[in-house]
């Protein structure tokens, strides 16, 4: 498996991707390395801890914050010598409904989604039912799908009883997932298949929101106008 899919592209640590905690930048989101002299783009898996330590984080947040708001984009890049014309997309969290000094709160335009980007680096993206769970006084818990990757080496046995934290020690990378107990972390793994050293699991978590973002959310999930109404009332 692609280094880029299972390694931190900043610590070089495995990522064990758990909502909350981390976060997958695709290729095709073409986000300029702008302080990288040798590479483009950066695409691949990262820590939020080590994104909010990384001397790089402001450039990255720059370009990343720019995807993740934008409406899409023509950008020029250069490539032994010649100009390149790509079209950059974006994710179009555009509306802005709130910021203060610990976060900024945008809503997409055209789905029942809100981005809560923190300023020192994290994002966490809510649906209309984790805002429900705010406007109830509840954390916002993320009950993801499944997840499916290759571990670097076999655990054998030990895999079957395996928690979280004793999966996240095997992989070498607990210490880059710090207060991940207040979270209350349901692990479940759904199959192993030794040969491949494939892991398919889940992990229900509550999501660590700054504490103005939960403040802001838990009124305004009572007010909002819904775009759609398939999810859970409020």
Known sequence: MDDNVTKCRICGEFVLQIPG??????????LRATWDPDHQFLAGALHF?????????DAFLREATD????????ITVEAEGTEHVLEQPGVFFS???????????????????????SEDGPWIVLDRQQLSFLGRGRPARAEEGGERVALPD???????TATLPELLVFLGSRSRYPA?????????RWRFVPRKRVLEYSVGIDLSLPASATE???????????????????
């Open 95 to 117: 509306e802005r409904i709130f910021r203060d000094a610990e976060c900024a709160i945008y809503r997409n335009t055209s789905t029942d989604r809100w981005l809560v980007l």
């Open 154 to 160: 076999d655990p054998g046995p030990a895999i079957e």
């Open 67 to 74: 995807i993740l708001i934008g409406r899409g984009r023509t």
């Open 216 to 234: 802001f959310l838990a009124g305004y999930s009572h007010d909002y106008e819904a775009f759609s109404f398939d999810a859970e009332t409020r």
């Open 49 to 57: 801890s080590c994104l909010k330590q990384w001397k790089h984080r």
């Open 180 to 188: 991940l107990e207040h979270g209350a972390p349901d692990y479940q």
């Open 21 to 30: 905690w981390t976060t997958f930048i695709p290729s095709y989101w073409l």
